[in-house]
């Protein structure tokens, strides 16, 4: 492998040498989102996190299968499809068509399986009937209950002190409080529920828990241990410790090897929720001018494993630090193409694009940090900018920056150029937000002045009802 890949085990509690079951192929599950509403920028923040693995990974050498859930069945769902008016699919189908698109809009690589787990019902039961079978379950109002009890290892991922639990006090409920540990639903009897909210099984009628889910997609796909689970830290109790519970019992085997689990997002230091106005999706952000590569750079500049403090400061910081890359970007190619081809590299470009490529390497396999690896691609820039400026950069000099830069890109997806139609400059975005500042606290003086400068730069607004967009005058 290109790299020896440290990772924080959240099991172990360490950073551990990465080591998967069948080099070069990597299994890796990553909890994908609950369909009741469009993902969020906090949600984002958790799938560059785990795009940045997977390419890491792919970086690395390894050949990466990769599988995220759709959670299209549970409490919250079938409680707003009834208020919608819907039935399962029609309510969860405009969500996944969302949550593809915002996929896709912030360049996360797809997954191999996105598996739905209304599609994956006859899985969860076959992994039921085995728990019945081992003992590790009882029925209570026609419902079936995991009995934690049974598992003695039960608490090990949150570290959670079991020892004092009520015997038999269970949970109907998909989520519950932190260290409320009880006995939880695997397949919930469900009577008074539309007929599109259940399914006919030996279990009775009725529908899955939460928690049964995933495990019996994962296993499907990666079989019954596999290398990486991810997800947001909001997971670790109770979802993945439940995982492990059910999962490990079922098969008698060890489940997941590597548990990675990503920081929260704040915004403007503040926890994100529709009550305090600062909760945003990522068609919120564009229709205020954001361009999606400056969101993925944002969200990708934190160490996964820190909390990350998302403002719209440093959007436009993100915005300034990638048209710095895209600008060198194209100086490289410009030179590639009008410049000395026979003079080989300048003795200081050659050792800039190892140095870069060293410390680049250095960051990502020190457990994917980040910051470091941009630390090193800004290293890189400022070189390339520095030779330009001397004119000391040859064409195979300009190559090999270029080549290296390409490298990096493999990881973090939004360093190479793109069309200057498709974003705002740093100065413009800086005036699209004092305008909408402006218009927030009414001072439409302000707000007017910000937008007659957007226009003599031949950025043309229109507010609509779902806020203001731009397009450039052509």
């Not at 500049?301 to 998302?310: C, D, G, T």
């Not at 002045?449 to 052509?474: F, H, M, N, Y």
Request: glycine share 6%.
């Amino acid at each position: 492998m290109r790299l020896d890949l440290h990772l924080y085990n959240t099991l172990s509690g360490q950073v551990e040498p990465f080591r998967p079951l069948n080099p070069p192929q990597v299994g890796m599950y990553v909890c994908g989102l609950t369909v009741y509403n469009r993902g969020h920028i906090g949600n984002f923040r958790t799938y560059v996190a785990t795009d940045l693995l997977r390419r890491t990974l792919k970086y690395a050498g390894y050949q990466v299968k990769e599988v995220m859930n759709i959670t299209d069945v549970d409490d919250r769902i079938i409680a707003q499809a009834q208020e919608a008016g819907k039935d399962l699919r029609s309510f969860t189908a405009e969500f996944i068509q969302a949550f593809e698109e915002d996929m896709a809009t912030l360049r996360l690589e797809r997954p191999e399986h996105i598996p739905r787990a209304t599609e994956h019902i006859p899985e969860m039961i076959d992994l039921i009937k085995r728990l019945q079978a081992r003992g590790h379950t009882y029925d209570a109002d026609g419902s079936v209950y995991f009995r934690i009890a049974s598992f003695p290892e039960y608490g090990r991922l949150s570290r959670l002190d079991v020892s004092g639990i009520k015997a038999g006090a269970r949970v109907d409920t998909d989520k519950y409080e932190k260290e409320d540990a009880r006995d939880f639903v695997l397949w919930k009897a469900k009577v008074d529920e539309p007929e599109w909210a259940h399914w006919e099984a030996p279990l009775g009628r009725g529908r899955p828990g939460w928690h049964i889910e995933c495990s019996a997609m994962s296993m499907k796909y990666l079989g019954q241990t596999f290398d990486l689970h991810c997800g947001g830290e909001d997971l670790i109790f109770p979802h993945h410790e439940n995982e492990i519970a059910q999962s490990t019992c079922g098969t008698g085997k060890p489940f997941v090897r590597h548990w990675q689990h990503v920081r929260h997002l704040l915004v403007e230091n503040e926890k994100m929720s529709k009550s305090k106005g600062n909760f945003f999706t990522i068609p919120d952000l564009l229709a205020r001018g954001h361009s999606p590569e400056a969101i993925r750079y944002l969200l990708a500049s934190a160490h996964y494993r820190k909390p990350l403090n998302f403002t719209f400061d440093g959007l436009i910081g993100a915005a300034a630090a990638l048209d710095r890359i895209w600008r060198a970007g194209e100086l490289l190619e410009k030179t590639v193409r009008v410049g000395d081809s026979k003079a080989p590299p300048h003795e200081q470009t050659a050792r800039t694009a190892e140095d870069a490529k060293r410390a680049f390497d250095e960051a990502l396999a020190d457990d994917l940090n980040t910051p470091e690896a941009l630390a090193a691609v800004h290293g890189l820039v400022n070189e390339a900018f520095h030779e330009v400026a001397l004119g000391t950069l040859t064409t195979k000099g300009a190559q090999l920056l270029l080549a290296r830069l390409r490298e990096m890109d493999a990881v973090f997806g939004v360093f190479l150029p793109v069309a200057q139609e498709e974003r705002l400059s740093p100065e413009e975005q800086a005036l699209f937000d004092e305008r909408q500042e402006a218009r927030r606290r009414r001072d439409f003086a302000r707000a007017d002045a910000a937008r007659a400068s957007l226009e003599a730069l031949g950025i043309l607004l229109e507010d609509t009802p779902k806020g203001t967009v731009w397009r450039r005058r052509r």
